[in-house]
């Protein structure tokens, strides 16, 4: 009988791996310089003006990239976990639904400041709901997170419609409206409170015990319940916190356009997970930064924006979004594939 004898790998192979290991964790670096250079160039041969060098545009594109980096916040800590949010779009049009009609009527008479109050907290407060319940259904009764926030994508549509009435809420709140439009030093007021909830979510996930234990449940959830950590509130609070920021975009998206409208988020729900997903984390949990959600949410503002800027078909966008999805993907495969990371067949 014969048997195996281990072998070393080859010099090259190794030489190899590391490479791949670079560029894959240096992904959405790599296709945002790329992005920059193509659409500069472009620029440069359509308009002989800058596109990178422009403040109007790179305000611009911070503008673009508040909605993808807002959701792709609580997409960020749910993907980690192992899990994913398909309700955050309706959860934003309901938030946006609730904060418009809050602030109008509470601002009627007692004020527009304490109508911005009333319809942060009502909206936040409201938005809650549907992240308890879909943490609940996935924690408590191990309904598939795929199916769980399907249905409840339905159920918070179906919310925002009715509290909507069908169409559009107009905001009459000029507080509402300063807190979408306003600037601080030049700097848009929405970029700046986003700016403030990526540096409260990047601590919580880098920095606490909570992050931690994310990490832990997306990579292992038995050796996580073995080791005695709670995986069901842990998973429950990570829901409620995707949901929360969803709220927040909701509400940014009402003073933004000074009106509330359920059908907000429909369209970014694919730019939610493409940021996170860009940004290099794994949708088999366990990996994955709030950086690189930002640096994600980015490429998908530059090529928004860029197409806008370049007079492109706009649907040109959903294209070179979901190639960047794949080759995301592709990479990240590569990585676990010769990386010696686990492979499901």
Not at 19 to 45: D, K, M, N, P, Y
Not at 147 to 165: S, W
Not at 265 to 271: A, I, K, R, S, T
């Amino acid at each position: 009988m014969s048997s195996a004898l281990p072998t070393r790998s080859a010099p090259g192979n190794l030489r190899g791996r590391r490479i791949i290991a670079a560029v894959a964790s240096a992904r959405a670096w790599i296709f945002l310089l790329l992005l920059l250079v193509v659409f500069e160039i472009w620029s440069q041969i359509a308009y002989g003006s800058t596109f990178i060098f422009s403040s109007f545009n790179i305000r611009s594109v911070a503008v673009f990239a508040v909605a993808p980096v807002l959701l792709g916040l609580g997409q960020t800590l749910v993907i980690i976990s192992g899990g994913i949010d398909l309700s955050v779009g309706f959860t934003m049009g309901l938030a946006a639904v609730i904060a418009a009609h809050v602030a109008n009527d509470v601002g009627a008479f007692a004020g527009a400041p304490i109508g911005l109050l009333a319809g942060v907290v009502v909206a936040l407060a409201a938005t809650l709901i549907p992240g308890w319940i879909n943490g609940l259904l996935i924690a408590r009764l191990r309904i598939p997170p795929f199916i769980g926030t399907l249905g409840m994508y339905g159920v918070a549509r179906g919310a925002a419609y009715l509290f909507a009435g069908g169409t559009t809420v107009p905001v009459d709140n000029s507080w509402l409206t300063y807190l979408g439009n306003g600037r601080i030093l030049g700097i848009p007021v929405i970029v700046i409170v986003t700016v403030i909830f990526v540096a409260l979510v990047h601590y919580l996930l880098s920095e606490t015990q909570f992050g931690q234990y994310t990490y832990a449940i997306g990579g292992n959830r038995q050796a996580t319940l073995r080791a005695g950590v709670n995986v069901r509130r842990v998973t429950i609070i990570l829901y409620m916190l995707s949901a929360l920021t969803a709220g927040i975009d909701g509400i940014l998206y009402t003073g933004r356009f000074a009106a509330g409208a359920p059908q907000a988020g429909e369209p970014l729900l694919l730019d939610s997970i493409a940021a996170v997903v860009i940004g290099g984390a794994s949708l088999f949990g366990g990996s994955g930064t709030i950086i690189g959600t930002i640096i994600g949410a980015l490429i998908i503002a530059v090529i928004q924006y860029g197409l806008v800027f370049l007079n492109v078909e706009p649907f040109w966008q959903f294209i070179a979004v979901g190639l960047v999805i794949i080759v995301s993907v592709l990479v990240d495969q590569s990585q676990r594939r010769f990386g010696g990371g686990r492979q499901d067949e």
